[in-house]
């Protein structure tokens, strides 16, 4: 008889140890995190779009202005001090059998940046970019396998 061998122990044991990382993601998510982290600080120093490669409304007259006139307009519409730049972070809550990332801002005027207002147009920074589902899926489903995210 032709066959393979399984030792079953050694497969359920490696098989615990998937179960196991699978219930406390906490590696991969704080990866997510800080290639999240990452994206939002380029679109506002670099790309000057939205998650899902919009362009922000441009600003109103009067804003061009006072920025051109404070000498920093070419920094773009979200980076004027740096502020909102720095204050980009996550936190990640990895409790068992749950995960999440939160990534956002806690100054103030971020949710009207983010969202608009009456007067001002929502200039959109935080969000999904479904094109990074791909290599957050590599990182999850190595994580699993092996050990490291």
């Known amino acids: 008889m032709i066959g393979v061998e399984v030792n079953v122990e050694q497969a359920l044991s ?10 406390f993601p906490g590696p991969v998510l704080e990866i997510i995190g800080k290639s999240e982290v990452k994206n939002v600080r380029a679109r506002i120093q670099q790309s000057k779009i939205n998650p899902w ?14 920025r051109t006139h404070k000498g920093n307009a070419g920094q773009g519409l979200l980076w004027d001090d740096g502020d909102l ?9 990895a409790m068992e059998h749950v995960g999440w990332v939160d990534i956002g801002s806690d100054l103030d005027y971020a949710a009207y940046l983010q969202d608009g207002t009456e007067d001002m147009p929502a200039r959109e920074f935080l969000g999904w970019n479904d094109a ?3 290599f957050y899926e590599g990182l999850w489903l190595n994580y699993i396998e092996t050990g490291t995210p």
């Open 85 to 93: 730049l720095e204050s980009i972070r996550f936190s990640v809550d």
């Open 14 to 23: 490696e098989l615990g140890a998937m179960v196991a990382r699978a219930q």
């Open 132 to 134: 990074a589902l791909p």
């Open 53 to 66: 490669g919009g362009d922000w409304a441009p600003w109103a007259a009067s804003t061009a202005d006072y």
